[in-house]
């Protein structure tokens, strides 16, 4: 300790301090204080060589209703910091609270003077990494700046292209909520008098893509009545194999197209596969080489004007069949047949 000891407004004056170097020195030359290290590097300087936890670097404490995270650090000490790794460093900020509903961190900005006349921004958190060399430089896009976890579980994840991830860690577009195979990405929007809305993907392999209408159209629903303008329809076309019999897709397909190369013979037109609805439509479209005799299942019916055709046309012209499905008798109806295109 050096100076000198005088009277007046400021009794003692000091131009150096140590106690227990380097517990506590104080450099009066470079207003500085320091714990820990023996040449203080900034107003204050806190140093621990032997730092075994990120808890106990700087203790803030006071009279508060002890908390019980005594396996962390003393139950007074409502906030402490220190380096996030005790090899590799980093900042740590933890608070502790003793209330059940009370925070354990609060993170405040306050902005303007009396009567600020413009609006600020409350707080700004930012993230950088090294440049390499001796200063810094913006997080490449798909590089973290944010993470929001529940223990060290990710809940959010905000990468350096703005894009947000909700249990993902790895967001790929602007919001990203779930995990591929792992976890749904959910979406629920409640209405302002009562109910929500649930929109989530199917549970099925494969990507897909939602667009919306533009904002004065509206979205068809699955089951109710709606009016359709200007859309077609692109009618589902199966191929059935060049065989002496078919299978019609009934579920998969509106027209079920053979090419049939057999020779003359007979062609067996089997029950259509899956589960008809009342008022289904199909049509069967076959090119026969030869002429075939046809064999039909029982669940094809003709009636007094339109019968089932006995024989294809040959020649390589095609034959259309038209079907309604009769839930009532289980009966797919021919309403018409056009041959020999």
């Not at 806190?46 to 203790?59: E, P």
């Not at 790794?85 to 306050?110: C, K």
């Not at 430089?137 to 292209?161: D, I, K, R, W, Y």
Request: net charge neutral; proline share 6%.
């Amino acid at each position: 300790m050096s100076g000198a000891i005088v009277s007046g407004a400021h009794p003692v004056s000091l131009t150096t301090l140590a106690v227990d170097p380097p517990t506590l020195v104080v450099d009066a030359t470079n207003h500085r204080v320091g714990v820990g290290i023996a040449a203080p590097l900034a107003k204050l300087s806190v140093y621990d060589a032997a730092l075994s936890s990120n808890f106990n670097g700087l203790h803030v404490g006071g009279n508060i209703t002890p908390h019980g995270f005594s396996a962390l650090v003393p139950t007074s000490a409502y906030l402490t910091s220190g380096p996030a790794s005790t090899t590799e460093g980093g900042g740590f900020f933890s608070g502790f609270s003793s209330g059940a509903t009370r925070p354990g961190m609060y993170v405040v900005g306050h902005v303007g003077s009396a009567a600020p006349t413009a609006a600020g921004i409350g707080v700004i958190l930012q993230g950088w990494k090294s440049d390499g060399a001796t200063s810094r430089v913006a997080m490449a896009t798909t590089e973290t700046v944010l993470s929001v976890q529940t223990g060290t579980t990710p809940l959010l994840t905000l990468s350096a292209n703005g894009s947000l991830g909700l249990g993902t860690t790895s967001p790929g577009a602007l919001l990203d909520l779930g995990l591929a195979g792992t976890t749904l990405g959910v979406v629920r929007l409640a209405g302002s008098t009562s109910g929500n809305i649930t929109v989530q993907p199917p549970a099925v392999a494969g990507s897909g893509t939602l667009t919306l209408p533009v904002a004065t159209d509206t979205l068809v629903g699955k089951a109710t009545t709606d009016v359709l303008t200007n859309k077609a329809l692109t009618p589902r076309v199966v191929s059935m194999a060049d065989a002496a019999s078919f299978t019609p897709t009934g579920d998969t397909a509106d027209i079920n197209s053979q090419t049939n190369t057999q020779a003359l013979g007979t062609l067996t037109a089997n029950a259509p596969s899956g589960t008809p609805v009342d008022g289904q439509s199909l049509i069967i479209r076959i090119k026969s080489t030869n002429v075939q005799t046809f064999a039909w299942n029982a669940i094809y019916r003709g009636s007094t004007d339109v019968v089932l055709p006995t024989v294809s046309s040959g020649a390589s012209k095609w034959d259309y069949i038209a079907f309604r499905y009769h839930s009532t008798d289980s009966k797919w109806d021919c309403l018409a047949k056009a041959l020999g295109y």
